[in-house]
């Protein structure tokens, strides 16, 4: 396989030359291994995919679809069982938010109404003029429509004097297979800002890819972000989760199994890096985006189950972003 064309300094100067918009431009993707396999040869045979977000239609039925954890290797006591001590989670302290500064808080307009209130997400800086977060804060699949415009604080902390630095997005891309099928799998979204902003916060997240399900069972992750809710203070600081991986899920037929974590993060989180030490250098680097909830089941009435799905960062999403992309510019 080639490697991604963004990984090479050709790529990092294009990238610093601007965007252009009369071609494809080629994204930022990581180098993904030659041999990655989604599957062990132990899991359970795929069958035809069901409702992508719902896993067991009785209880007394067996899961489909899921791929245990070693934590967790029968993944149906999830459903019947508290996770608050499974993750931990707070404000990240004023040292930690200088190592983190490259994560910030994404305010979305998503109606050309000036009085009504802006949405809110996360994303991360993961290049000197990009930035990382999921495909549905910039499309609305549910009404097919983008995003009107969205911008970008590094470090937001609704309580510091101090002037963090901010950008708006210009243009972004995602996977076609998005606006077909919004699946975990594929909500992510590579965005082009008005601002050398890497340079200027002075920190980037470099996406990488992960080998396969039982790295997250051999490495801390940390989901960093934003979550909005009224428990979190109106994501007026920025937070972060420390939690067990509990399961990989997948939406059926060739997809793969896109990790769940234990948190309690909600709303606003989406597009939250997920973060790990790289194993060789030591730095810091992302390795999911947070798409939304996990749940094993949905039935009426029943609460969230506490953890947060991200796509597999791996060949299939990085080939869909950099083969088959859907571009869009936004009005600044």
Same mark, same amino acid.
């Given at each position: 396989?080639?490697?991604?064309?963004?990984?090479?300094p050709?790529?990092?100067r294009?990238?610093?030359?601007?965007?252009?918009v009369?071609?494809v431009?080629?994204? =930022?993707m990581?180098?993904?291994?030659?041999d990655?396999?989604p599957?062990? *040869? *132990?899991?359970?045979?795929?069958?035809e995919p069901?409702d992508?977000?719902?896993f *067991?239609?009785?209880?007394?039925q067996p899961?489909?679809?899921i791929?245990?954890? &070693?934590?967790? =290797?029968n993944?149906? %006591?999830?459903?019947?069982m508290s996770?608050?001590?499974? #993750?931990?989670?707070?404000?990240?302290s004023?040292?930690?938010?200088?190592?983190?500064?490259a994560?910030?808080?994404?305010f979305?307009?998503?109606?050309?109404?000036? /009085?009504?209130e802006? +949405?809110?997400?996360?994303?991360?800086? $993961?290049g000197p003029?990009?930035? %990382?977060t999921?495909?549905?804060?910039? !499309? *609305?699949f549910?009404?097919?429509?983008?995003?009107?415009?969205?911008?970008f604080?590094?470090? !937001?902390?609704?309580?510091?004097? +101090?002037?963090?630095?901010?950008?708006?997005?210009? $243009?972004?891309?995602?996977?076609?297979?998005?606006?077909?099928? =919004? +699946?975990?799998?594929?909500d992510i &979204?590579?965005c !082009?800002v008005?601002?050398?902003?890497?340079?200027?916060?002075?920190?980037?997240?470099?996406?990488?890819? %992960?080998?396969?399900?039982?790295?997250?069972?051999?490495?801390?992750?940390?989901i960093?972000g934003?979550?909005a809710?009224?428990?979190?203070?109106f994501?007026k /600081?920025?937070?972060?989760?420390?939690?067990?991986?509990l #399961?990989g /899920? $997948?939406?059926g037929g060739d997809?793969?199994? @896109?990790?769940?974590? @234990?948190?309690?993060?909600g709303g606003?989180?989406s597009?939250?890096?997920?973060?790990?030490?790289d194993?060789?250098?030591?730095?810091?680097? @992302?390795?999911?985006?947070t798409?939304?909830? +996990?749940?094993?089941?949905?039935?009426?009435?029943?609460?969230?189950? /506490?953890?947060?799905?991200?796509p597999?960062?791996? &060949?299939?999403?990085?080939? @869909?972003l &950099?083969d088959?992309?859907?571009?869009h510019d #936004?009005?600044?």
């Amino acid at each position: 396989m080639d490697e991604h064309p963004f990984l090479t300094p050709k790529g990092l100067r294009l990238q610093l030359q601007g965007r252009r918009v009369d071609s494809v431009v080629p994204m =930022p993707m990581p180098v993904y291994p030659s041999d990655y396999v989604p599957r062990r *040869d *132990d899991d359970p045979e795929v069958v035809e995919p069901i409702d992508p977000f719902e896993f *067991d239609r009785g209880v007394n039925q067996p899961l489909i679809n899921i791929r245990p954890s &070693a934590k967790f =290797p029968n993944p149906a %006591v999830l459903g019947d069982m508290s996770l608050a001590g499974h #993750f931990r989670s707070g404000v990240v302290s004023q040292t930690l938010v200088k190592e983190l500064q490259a994560v910030g808080r994404l305010f979305i307009q998503t109606s050309s109404d000036a /009085q009504r209130e802006l +949405a809110s997400g996360s994303a991360w800086i $993961s290049g000197p003029s990009t930035i %990382v977060t999921c495909a549905h804060n910039v !499309y *609305d699949f549910s009404n097919r429509q983008w995003s009107l415009r969205l911008e970008f604080h590094a470090g !937001y902390d609704y309580y510091s004097p +101090a002037k963090r630095p901010s950008c708006r997005v210009t $243009s972004c891309y995602i996977p076609r297979s998005y606006m077909d099928n =919004p +699946a975990t799998n594929h909500d992510i &979204a590579i965005c !082009y800002v008005d601002r050398n902003i890497g340079d200027l916060v002075g920190s980037q997240f470099e996406m990488r890819s %992960v080998p396969d399900n039982n790295f997250l069972d051999r490495n801390t992750v940390a989901i960093v972000g934003y979550p909005a809710g009224s428990g979190f203070d109106f994501g007026k /600081q920025m937070r972060r989760s420390v939690g067990t991986y509990l #399961f990989g /899920q $997948s939406a059926g037929g060739d997809t793969d199994f @896109a990790p769940a974590m @234990a948190t309690d993060f909600g709303g606003g989180a989406s597009g939250c890096p997920w973060l790990t030490k790289d194993p060789d250098s030591g730095e810091t680097i @992302a390795i999911g985006v947070t798409s939304g909830h +996990a749940k094993l089941r949905y039935l009426r009435g029943e609460a969230n189950l /506490q953890s947060l799905v991200s796509p597999f960062f791996g &060949a299939k999403l990085f080939d @869909a972003l &950099a083969d088959d992309p859907m571009y869009h510019d #936004f009005e600044i």
